[in-house]
Nanobody, 117 residues
Framework: QVQLVQSGGGLVQAGGSLRLSCAASGSIGIINVMGWYRQAPGNQRELVATITSGGMTNYAESVKGRFTVSTGIAKGTVYLQMNSLKPEDTAVYYC???????????WGQGTQVTVSS
């Protein structure tokens, strides 16, 4: 089992920046991919960015060039640096970890990001 605890988020004006953090505990050795998803009211949860254990990244087209996903020195930590934020980035952001093999998904508790115009 893997537990994910998120921090960061909040309210920011358009054009501003925020940083999200996520720390995994438990069986972190099984994690193959970590990343971030978001869900706006009335919408399905969507991928924002992911990073593999080998450092390969993947971004949603809507955030390319503005958001950066990275991992920390400690295994099982992942960050999302969000720059040039837009009102349409407003959503609840969820940290995700995917295990190898069975590809089980684990989720953080979610954190609200609100971008005012």
């Amino acid at each position: 089992q893997v537990q994910l605890v998120q921090s960061g988020g909040g309210l920011v004006q358009a054009g501003g920046s925020l940083r999200l953090s996520c720390a995994a505990s438990g069986s972190i050795g099984i994690i193959n991919v970590m990343g971030w998803y978001r869900q706006a009211p009335g919408n399905q949860r969507e991928l924002v960015a992911t990073i593999t254990s080998g450092g390969m990244t993947n971004y949603a087209e809507s955030v390319k060039g503005r958001f950066t996903v990275s991992t920390g020195i400690a295994k099982g930590t992942v960050y999302l640096q969000m720059n040039s934020l837009k009102p349409e980035d407003t959503a609840v952001y969820y940290c995700n970890a995917e295990s190898g093999g069975a590809k089980t998904d684990y989720w953080g508790q979610g954190t609200q990001v609100t971008v005012s115009s």
